[in-house]
Nanobody
Framework: QVQLVESGGGSVQAGGSLRLSCTVY????????MGWFRQAPGKEREGVAT????????YFADSVKGRFTISQDNAKNTVYLQMNSLKAEDTAMYYC?????????????????WGQGTQVTVSS
């Protein structure tokens, strides 16, 4: 059984920063990729960033490049998403996911595990 627990969401004004955390509990030996996805009301879910936990290779959506960074603490089975220069359009529910592989375009396999989500609201 694998469980992902996210934290760090909240409300911030445009230009501000937030850091999201995602900790994986349980059997993690088949997890090599972790990532963050987001879904705004009325929109499809989109990939934000992923990281290959074995080597640190990262992927970022064009919309967040230069503003967001993703990092990991393998000792804590935790991945972080540092979000700077936040914009109103970053407002969404953010979900952490973990899976066997990182896709080249930020996708994870259908067998990936998902967290419950944490809300990020950016006011302009």
């Amino acid at each position: 059984q694998v469980q992902l627990v996210e934290s760090g969401g909240g409300s911030v004004q445009a230009g501000g920063s937030l850091r999201l955390s995602c900790t994986v509990y349980g059997y993690t030996y088949n997890i090599n990729c972790m990532g963050w996805f987001r879904q705004a009301p009325g929109k499809e879910r989109e990939g934000v960033a992923t990281i290959y936990t074995g080597g640190g290779t990262t992927y970022f959506a064009d919309s967040v490049k230069g503003r967001f960074t993703i990092s990991q603490d393998n000792a804590k089975n935790t991945v972080y998403l540092q979000m700077n220069s936040l914009k109103a359009e970053d407002t969404a529910m953010y979900y952490c996911a973990a899976g066997l592989l990182c896709g080249s375009a930020g996708e994870l396999p259908s067998s990936a595990y998902w967290g419950q989500g944490t809300q990020v609201t950016v006011s302009s």
